[in-house]
């Protein structure tokens, strides 16, 4: 009994912590719209979602972090050894593509949020460079799984280039996503764009299919 109170009690922490996070990011983001970047402070967010600055710098080092929020991460470590072993499909763009959707961690997301956070990057160069900066480093992650896909040591030229073209993909789809504001899922959206890009791209899809690698390939 007295286990099942403390995990109900770590249970409402962890829920008012992530409803404050929550309130930090939005609050940053609204004020940001309405007065630039440089014209709000730490202590307008902290205001506007109602907690102290000492608060505030609980959650976020900065009104930098704040405004960019969580950044949805790259498949887990069970997906990316699928993919290297060369699945699920066998076919290289839509693995990847069921790699990179973040849907798991957007679906459900009020989409004035989304919105919001688009308005926010193209408006303010500094956080669409940091945002910029977050995508290249996805790429070379996603680069660095196709060559062990591969079976090759180091991503070449044609590995950093199909990790670009899935990049492009992801950012179009969440672009059509957002601005369709229709309840569609992300994914149909992914699989739409991904679509473009295979029949844009190449002339027959299936020669994207490659053979699986050895057993023996390990992950890293």
Known sequence: MQSMQVDAVEGLRTTKKRATRTQLITAARRLTVEHGLDGVTVEMIAAEAGVSV????????????????????????????????????????????????????????????????????LAEPRLLARQLAHAMAQEDRIAGLIAQRRGRTAPDAACRTV??????????????????????????????????????????????????????????
């Open 54 to 121: 000492r608060t505030f710098h609980n959650y976020f080092p900065t009104k930098d972090d704040a405004l960019v929020g969580d950044q949805p991460e790259l498949g887990d470590e069970e997906a990316a050894r699928r993919f290297v072993a060369g699945g699920p499909t066998g076919v290289l763009l839509p693995d990847l593509v069921d790699l990179v959707d973040p849907s798991r961690t957007i679906d459900g997301t009020d989409p004035s949020e989304l919105r919001l956070v688009h308005t926010v990057l």
């Open 163 to 220: 990790a670009a073209v899935v990049g492009a993909v992801l950012r179009a789809a969440f672009t059509e996503w957002v601005t369709a504001d229709d309840g569609s899922p992300l994914r149909s959206h992914l699989d739409a764009c991904l679509a473009v890009a295979m029949t844009e791209l190449g002339p027959d899809p299936a020669a994207l299919r490659e053979p699986r690698p050895s057993a023996d390939l390990e992950y890293s």
